[in-house]
Every structure is written in structure tokens, then in C-alpha cells.
């Protein structure tokens, strides 16, 4: 893969200056700010929904993004920042994506579960919102997130739905309950000051002035190069392997091991992608996001199926809402082997395409 | 597809004479012959098992090969024979391999649903008879098929199990009693006596002397890719499409209508490679073969799909059982689709390969 992209040989369009760790402040200083922005949007947001107004939706989505960047190049570029402060500022920006991204799952998991079993039922439906925006602590809980007509359904099916929606509404009531408080927090209030510091100063060790980014981003992207390596790639190249149900009646409850590497990869292709940005200042390489999306795809689907494995748990359900939970436990395992052959795909035309 | 293999001007390996009524009452008579033959098999076999003898378990199996071939013929070759006889045959012919197909169904469905479960836990089990040979009527219905450790199994997947195996064990004991009797019954020897007759004198028309088969022979051909033409190969070919679960919650608890062209093309595929075999005196053609396994492995999952279904349908069955037949469910649609895919792809290198 994109190897000679990193080839400290190449230049690299759209940088005048040196890679050193002038490139990676700057980058830094640009992921603060938009930190910033987003921040105020999201409050700002906050009070326009109280007052009845349409709520900026993607603040908190924007908050995740230049969190995750942060957080990302931090560990990418370790050598050239300030240990102490790194150390300390890494767990606090997980903790905010975290916590940001949680009522968002909830919605988005219960609204492909829905969606899954009406397609099951041979129903379609247009559910009410059909890209659920974050709207993390922005205003209350909106109503459910598709209204299907239930009429199309089995028994199983209907009850099933009804289930899956009342607990991952919960899920996502407490997801927004915690975020509203997380935000109002002296620990949440502690990250801001530090990012807001960061817009102005990136606290560089004296060598980062003249050392070269390019090996830090080229180890990056050969940690990912090895996790893909290790993949079972060549099983996920064929077609119905069947591979993805193999543990569906297992009686471990725990998530699927097999998922982990993958789940793996998908954060070292965040990193490879992040790295990307801080050298060349463009977006990701665009051969690398269909690949990116399959792995989101294929976690998606993983939780997706664990939720529905785990309702199926609730005691005093009748058959056939177990049932229905059955088949659409199966029915997103085949997602994400359907995920892994997708990424497959992509990634052996981003190798093609390089090399 | 293989148009120029029925091209007339072709030379056909393998025959000396022309392509007339002969060769055709040649085919039946050796078929016929056949019949006869395995029918004895079976009949000492019965007595040999009776004894406590290993019974020749391919005997069904050669009668329902010989059974079917000759109402093949009695299709494709109609206008070549007496038109009386033929129609009192056919659903004489279709009721003897139907009769016999039974017991062996039940078995290789049991069979099939107990190794997915077991697939299905991360559990590995060889089965007690890999192969499950057909032995209608010659004993008594043996032990069950697989004899898998349970211990490794969910109380849900362990339920399901020996529900199936219930189930499907019951349909095979009855089948057996079934084909016991019509084995003895004066409809059957009167069938017998037919194929006995048919075995030293076929009853051709005055005109079939001098009739070429091949026209009759093409137009099996044409029917057959009239039919693969009306089948969704584009979806089909695309991996992952997640259409044959597309109904899996349908309350309409009927076969799935989408599997009804697929199957229609296996039985048209048949009669074309009888139509083959009749002209060429060979086997069948080994391109089409995987295309034919595809479909006899689409009609199986389908079945055994259905027989998952059915049983959730069992009252008062606990919801462990029912979700884990519902995962069994999902599984063998997507052996389903699975199995189209594969279809797919012979059927266009049968293409490619003779164009």
C-alpha cells in the first residue's frame, strides 16, 4: 500500500514548508480551534433547542471528529510532543469522544435494527430520520427514530422491534443524561482549557523544530500494513465463507473474538488517515475510505448483532420474539462478513492502485 | 451455452447411428434395465438386512436415478411415443421417485440442520454417517444420524437440536412405512411390470425410425435457458446481497415464492443433461455439473431453511430454542444464497466455455 506516498524522496504537494514538527503543530493548533468552534456551536445549539429552535446537529459529531485528531496525533507523533502532557491529555480525550459517541450508537444501532427487520419481514420503510444526526445533549431525546408500521410484521417481529426499542432507547436516555452532565463536569471543563491552550501553543520538545515527521507517519502506517497482514484475508475474500456466524449459538456471551483485529484495524486506518492529514494537509486518500467505511460497517453490524443477541436474553420473552431475534442476530453476522469482504475488496484495489 | 454440442452438423462422439427414435429406445431400454436390476437389489437387500446382513443402501437411491431419467425421456421425447402410455407413466414414474426421495430427505435434512447447529456453536462434529446413503425400506430407520456431543452446546442450540431430530425422525420413520408399503402395493408392481415390458419393447411411433432427436433435445435446451434467463443473475452474482432473507420474518409462513424459479431450473437442468445423455450415450456434462450441485444444494438449504421454521412453530417450546432455530433459519437462506451465487458463476463458465 501507499508506500512511496510517505517516501521522504517524493514532495509533497501542497506543503511549502519543511514536515518537522512545525506541520504537526500547526495541524494541532487547527484541530483545537475547530475543538473550540464546535464547543460553542454545541452550547449555543443547547439554547436554541431549549427556546424551541432547530438544534446544530453536528456539533457534537464535530467535537468527536477534532477530538479523535487530537487524540490521534498525539500518540502518531509521541517523540516530538511533551510526554507529561501528552500522557495526560490522551485518556481525557477518549473520554470525551466516548462519551460524545454513545447516544449516537444507541441511535444509529437501533435504527439498522429496525430497519433490519423490516426488511426481513419483506416490509420497506422510509424510517422518520434516515441519517440519524448526533444530537448529543442537544436537546432532550427526540421521539423514536423510525415509526415503521407495524402492520407489515409478525408477531415475532413486531415484538421484537418493540423490545430492541425500548431498551436501546434506555441505553440512549442515560447515553444523553451522561453526556449533559459529562459536559457540565470540572473533568470535561479541565479538557476545554487545556484544548484551548493548544489552539495557541503546542507544547513541542526543543527537537521538534528540525526533526522529520514522515518515519513517525511511515511506522504508523506499517502498524496498520502488519494488523491487515494478520487478517484472514484470504477467507474474507470468499464469497459466503460462513465465517462470521461460526460462534452465533456459542455459549460464550462475550463479543465476538474474531471481530477484535478487525475492529483493530479500523483504529490503525484512523491513525494512518489522521497521519495523512498532518503531512499532505488534504483529507484521507481517497482510495483508503471505502475500506475506512467497511470497517465502520463491520463494527456497526457487530454491535448490531450483539444487542439483538442480548435482548434475546430478556427474561419471560415469548418464542417468537426470540425468534425474530434469532434471525436477525444471524442477519447482521452476515453483515459483518459481508463488511469483511467489502474491506477485502477496497483494500486490495488501494494495494493495485499504489503499487 | 452449449448451443453447437446439439448443432446437427455436428458429429456426435460415441454413436455410430443416426440420432433417431433407436437411440432413444436404446436409452430407455437400458434404463428400464437398470430399474429391474436395482429393484432386485433391493428386494434381496430388504432380506439381507432382515438377517442382520449389510444392506445395499445404493439400491433406492439407483431406482429413483432410473426412475427419473425414463420420465425425463418420456418429456423430452413425447412426440416419438405412444402418447397413451406416456401419459399413464409419467405420474406413475414421478409417484415412485417421490415415494423412495422421501426417507432419504428427511434423513439428509436432519443431517444437514444438526451439522449447522453444531457450526454454528464453534463446535466440530463428524457425524456418525458422513455421507447418509439412501436406505428406504431395505431395514428399519437406523439411529439417528449424527450423534454430537451436546456439551458443547447453548441449552438453546441442544433444544433445537432434539427437536429437529424429533421432528425430522418421526417424518423419516413414517416416510419409510410409507415407501414400505407402496413397495408392495399392486400400484407399484403394476409400474414394475410397465418398466418390465418397457425393458425389451418400447413403444415408439410408426415415425420415430426416421425422426431426429435433436430438435426435441434443443428445445429441453431452450426451455432451460429460457428459464436461467428469467432467474436474477445479476443479484445473485453479486455476493452479499441479502435477498433470500429477505422474507425471513414474512408472516406468510408458505415456501419462500423466490425460490420456485431456482428450483424450476434445477428440474429443466435434469432434463436437459437426460436429453444429453440420451444423443451423446455419455454421462453428463461435466461443465453443467457444478451448476446442477448448486441447485441440488439451493433446493436442500431451502428445505432445510423451512424445516427450522416449521419447528419454531412447536408450542411451548422455550425462547433459548426458539432463538437458536431462528439463527439456524437465517443460516440456511443464506446457504440459499449462497448457493445461487454459486449457480452464477458455473452456469457463466459453462458459458464462456462454449462460446
Redesign the interface.
Known amino acids: 500500500m501507499a508506500q512511496q506516498h510517505l517516501d521522504p524522496t517524493e514532495p509533497v504537494a501542497g506543503h511549502v514548508g519543511p514536515l518537522t514538527g512545525e506541520a504537526l503543530a500547526g495541524y494541532l493548533r487547527a484541530q483545537a480551534t475547530e475543538f473550540l468552534r464546535a464547543l460553542r456551536l454545541h452550547r449555543e445549539g443547547g439554547t436554541a433547542a431549549a427556546n424551541g429552535a432547530e438544534a446544530p446537529v453536528d456539533a457534537a459529531r464535530a467535537l468527536r471528529r477534532s477530538a479523535r485528531r487530537i487524540s490521534g496525533s498525539l500518540h502518531t507523533f509521541r517523540p516530538l510532543l511533551d510526554a507529561d502532557w501528552s500522557e495526560r491529555m490522551r485518556p481525557e480525550l477518549a473520554w470525551v469522544s466516548g462519551m460524545l459517541a454513545s447516544e449516537h450508537a444507541c441511535e444509529a444501532r437501533l435504527e439498522r435494527l429496525l430497519l433490519a ?1 423490516h ?4 416490509a420497506t420503510v422510509v424510517p422518520a430520520q434516515t441519517v440519524a444526526p448526533a444530537k448529543v445533549a442537544a436537546a432532550a431525546p427526540a421521539a423514536p427514530v423510525a415509526a415503521p408500521d407495524r402492520g ?3 408477531v ?2 413486531a415484538k421484537a422491534g418493540a423490545l430492541l426499542d425500548r431498551q436501546l432507547t434506555l441505553a440512549r436516555t442515560r447515553a444523553h443524561s451522561t453526556a449533559l452532565q459529562s459536559l457540565g463536569s470540572s473533568r470535561f471543563h479541565a479538557v476545554a482549557d487545556n484544548i484551548a491552550v493548544l489552539a495557541s501553543e503546542v507544547p513541542l520538545v526543543p527537537t521538534a523544530a528540525t526533526a522529520d515527521l514522515r518515519p513517525l507517519a511511515r511506522a504508523a502506517e506499517d502498524r496498520l500494513k502488519d494488523a491487515v497482514t494478520a487478517l484472514p484475508l484470504i477467507t474474507a475474500g470468499h ?2 465463507n ?1 465465517e462470521a ?7 460464550d456471551p462475550a463479543p465476538h473474538p474474531q471481530d477484535a483485529p478487525w475492529h483493530q484495524v479500523r483504529l490503525l486506518l484512523r491513525l494512518h488517515r489522521y497521519a495523512h492529514e498532518v503531512l499532505r494537509g488534504d483529507a484521507a486518500e481517497v482510495r483508503l475510505l471505502a475500506a475506512g467505511e467497511a470497517l465502520d460497517r463491520h463494527r456497526d453490524a457487530s454491535e448490531a448483532a450483539s444487542a439483538a443477541a442480548q435482548a ?1 436474553r430478556t427474561p419471560r ?15 447482521q453476522r ?2 459483518v ?2 463488511a469483511r ?1 467489502a474491506f477485502q475488496r477496497s483494500w486490495q484495489m488501494a494495494t493495485v492502485s499504489t503499487s
Chains 1, 2 share one sequence.
Do not use: K, M, Q
Open positions: 427487520l426488511r426481513l419481514s419483506g407489515n410484521l409478525t415475532g417481529a464469497p459466503y460462513a456466524l461460526v460462534h452465533g449459538l456459542s455459549p434475546a420473552i415469548a418464542p417468537a420474539t426470540a425468534y425474530a431475534l434469532g434471525v436477525l442476530h444471524a442477519d452476515h453483515e462478513e459481508a469482504f
